[in-house]
């Protein structure tokens, strides 16, 4: 081996000590008895797993594109209802990519949380638990997209827990760019605490690529944390084109624009 190739070798051990230290310090923080980590960290692996003296479980995974064969759809299902909470540690993969199976998949039956991103790394939160009841009522956002229902649960909550808001969307007709979703929590003076914007399934199904009679589940996870006082709070969801910002109007059954968001029921922080 060549004093060149020491040299590299030592370096890259070293960035992926410092990537991994990043993404140990967010688990110690953050998580919680009943999370598992799903790593598809390859050649972290053994540094992550070398510094990572916490109790929870790590399952090593592929993160192939989809279809995935029956038994590594079983071996993933027995994870989602095995634990409260999954944490997909990802590498070399950027956000919104197709090509990202474990994300697609997880976005069909989890709620994804929060993010974080390093040069190498990515770490993904997600809550499995079951799906809220929806609230069945159209509104039409712009021309082509509607909001066909919506459900949030659950509706009393205290810190540290987890918020699962499910959207229902359609296209009326094909979109011809793509929109992000914004979702505010207010409190009860209407001031804003906190805030999600991103697109569909983390951007792995953008506005553009919705089908007219397409109906498009959205699922994320509000996590509340102490910054968030008891009380109770609502929703303000809608959609904009970036990068100019500009909010899809809402249109009511008659026809007339009656806002640029909707202001939907939320939850209590006990």
Known sequence: MTWSTLIHYGQHRLANRETALAVVEVLTNHSQP??????????????????????????????DPLPYPAQAVE??????????????????????????????????????????EWDALRLVL???GPSPPLAEQEWQLGDSIALQAYGLSPTAVSSGQIVRLSLI???????????????HVLDQTGRLVAQVDRQPWGGLRPT???????????????LIDET???????????????????????????????????????????
């Open 208 to 222: 553009s690529a919705w089908q007219p009679g397409q109906t498009v589940t959205d699922r994320y996870g509000l």
């Open 169 to 183: 969307w359609s296209a009326h007709q094909p979109v011809e760019q793509d929109y992000t979703v914004f979702i």
């Open 34 to 63: 009943g999370d598992a980590i799903l790593s598809a960290a390859v050649t972290h692996s053994q540094t992550f797993q070398n510094l990572y003296k916490g109790p929870l479980p790590i399952y090593g995974v592929r993160n």
């Open 126 to 128: 997600y809550d499995p």
């Open 228 to 270: 968030f006082p008891t009380g109770r709070y609502q929703l303000a969801i809608g959609l904009y084109a970036w990068p100019s910002l500009e909010r899809l109007p809402v249109i009511d059954a008659g026809g007339n624009i009656v806002g640029d968001h909707l202001l939907l029921p939320g939850f209590e922080v006990r």
């Open 75 to 116: 071996r993933l299902a027995r994870f989602v209802d095995r634990h409260q909470r999954l944490w997909l540690l990802l590498e070399w993969t950027p956000p919104r990519d197709p090509e990202s199976g474990l994300e697609v998949w997880l976005a069909q039956r989890a709620f994804y949380t929060r993010e974080w």
